[in-house]
């Protein structure tokens, strides 16, 4: 594959993922032309990393959670403190 022609060729969206994740292993693979010596781990890897990105997420979730039971509380709060402020 000449030059030109490397720089024609089509990017698909895993090869952007691969790059985003690691440029020098991207790089080591798609310029250099080595194959990834040890595809078990990398694959022990993904998995891992895609576990760990639920629980993230799901984390996340909670938080948001959290806070607008904290906003909703405080807002309770609020009502129940003029209630008693206008009854008293």
Known sequence: ?????????????????????????????????????NPIQLERGKKFHAGHGRQVHKADVYHQLALWIAVAGLALLFIAVAIFWIFM
Do not use: N
């Open 1 to 37: 594959m000449s030059e030109r022609d490397q720089y024609r060729r089509l990017i698909r969206a895993s090869e952007l993922a691969r790059w985003d994740f690691c440029h020098r292993a991207w790089w080591l693979q798609y310029v250099r032309g080595h194959e990834p010596a």
